[in-house]
């Protein structure tokens, strides 16, 4: 199994913070996703990287693979409290393998 | 279109008792996963099908856990007996397999065993 760790565990952040969220694996990942699951739903896919060093920008989140294609990285600007939720990292082709995830919580 | 659907939403059971999860995935995706989550473990996949067959079913705790897909667009998930341990968000998630592993989850359904 290929384990994926996340840090921090927590995050509480004031409306208009930046941040940035880590996920990061002793293993090669041929892709991986990251997903965004608000209380009482599923988790729903924000964004997929396959290369290494690849960036990726959805409006105010870019999404980082390392070149190693080992870790990943999200970076949010100005966050706003609808960005309240957790931040769940995912590889391992097929059959997924989720990090625990980064629970952040954006006040106004 | 619809989404994964998930039943019941929520379902609180006595230690003992059977407990069936319904799935029913979106419509022309071939594969289907069934998620448990928890605050401890976090998100942990039990078992998947790819065109109704399951490939993969070592996550499954131990024998008390089942599941069934007899059709492309209906899956169960079975736990008979339930034990408290067993409490948790369990989660249906449907994919295209011809696609880049995106895949699509359900509501989820919260159960408790009391």
């Known amino acids: 199994t290929q384990l994926l760790e996340q840090s921090p565990q927590f995050l509480s952040i004031q409306e208009g913070e930046n941040l940035t969220v880590y996920c990061n694996s002793s293993?090669?990942?041929?892709?991986l996703q990251w997903y965004r699951q608000e209380p009482g739903e599923g988790p729903v896919l924000l964004v997929t990287?396959?290369?290494?060093?690849e960036v990726k920008k959805l409006k105010r989140l870019t999404f980082q693979f390392g070149d190693a294609r080992k870790d990943s990285s999200l970076h949010i600007t100005a966050a706003q409290p609808g960005d309240t939720g957790l931040y769940l990292c995912?590889?391992?082709?097929?059959?997924?393998?989720f990090g625990k995830g980064t629970s952040l919580l954006v006040t106004p | 279109d619809a989404g994964v659907i998930q039943s019941p939403r929520h379902e609180v059971t006595e230690m003992g008792q059977e407990v069936t999860l319904r799935c029913k995935p979106i419509?022309?995706?071939?594969?289907l996963f069934w998620y448990r989550q928890t605050m401890m473990r976090g998100l942990e996949l039990l078992i998947y099908?790819?065109?109704?067959?399951?490939?993969?079913d070592s996550g499954m705790p131990e024998d008390r856990f089942s599941a069934k897909m007899p059709n492309a667009s209906f899956s169960t998930l079975k736990i008979q007996p339930s034990e408290p341990r067993d409490s948790a968000v369990y989660f249906c998630a449907s994919s295209l397999a011809t696609g880049g592993y995106e895949q699509y989850f359900g509501p989820g359904t919260r159960l408790t065993v009391t």
């Open positions: 293993s090669v990942f041929s892709s």
């Open positions: 995912a590889g391992g082709g097929y059959a997924l393998n």
């Open positions: 419509s022309g995706h071939n594969s």
């Open positions: 990287v396959v290369t290494g060093g």
């Open positions: 099908f790819n065109n109704n067959v399951p490939i993969d």
